[in-house]
């Protein structure tokens, strides 16, 4: 799937400000509202244990609506991001003095000139775990290893959950229009995952994993989770 090429696409529906529909946090084609977007950011923030003296390395940051909140309350951050057109709108509208942003794809970050030292004490990938399969988890995994350490936390937010995808294409029309977009290369999710897997995963590298629920009032709590691993 050319992801970047979709998420150029969004931008340019999008329209200038609106942030949440170019990453893709809608209900029914519309933005999701500020109250859900801060619910969101909040749990986030606890879910990571976020704190002033942590460093942050938020993987496929996007345009940076998160991150730049996310560097507020920390350190220093680092947001990455394959998405060049999403990275010039991160530099442009989300910065900040403690955080740098990189056009760069998450599969290749050992690439990055990230600072052997401190080490990063949270890593985040929101939203976006639907864009690799399983190879790339253990990859990005090992990749990671240098830049971490015991303790760090890792949160892979708003998973597509592979027990759950009948809730979300609910109707034969739903289900022939995933089958339409799949062929034409423009399916709008990618990879479901298995809780199960995405545990293993974590195991196999040496991470503990638990999971936690999307907030009930929001819509993708029907079909969506998150997995917080610690080394
Ligand atoms: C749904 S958006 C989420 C963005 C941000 N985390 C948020 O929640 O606002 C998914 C992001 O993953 C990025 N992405 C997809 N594949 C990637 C890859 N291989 N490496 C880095 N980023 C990638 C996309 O460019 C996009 O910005």
Redesign the pocket.
Known sequence: MD??T??RDRIRKSGGGD??S????TEQGRPISNEQFIE?FNQITDLLTLAPGDTLL??????????QKLAKRCQTAVG????ED?INIAQTDHAAPNLTYYA??????DTLPLPAEPKFSKV?????L???GRN?LRGLLQSLWPVTETGTVFLF??IPDADLAHQFYDTPERRAERQRRIEEGTDPIGEWWKRDTVKQCAEEAGLTCTFAEVPPGHHAARYRFHAIMQR
Not at 104 to 109: G, K, Q
Not at 124 to 128: D, E, Q
Request: aromatic share 16%.
């Open positions: 992801w970047n979709q998420y942030y949440l170019q990453v893709g946090h969101l938020d993987l496929c940051c996007g345009n940076g609506v998160f991150t990455a991001d394959l998405s999403l760069c794809d998450a599969r290749h970050i985040l990938m929101y939203a976006a639907q864009h690799f790339d937010g708003f």
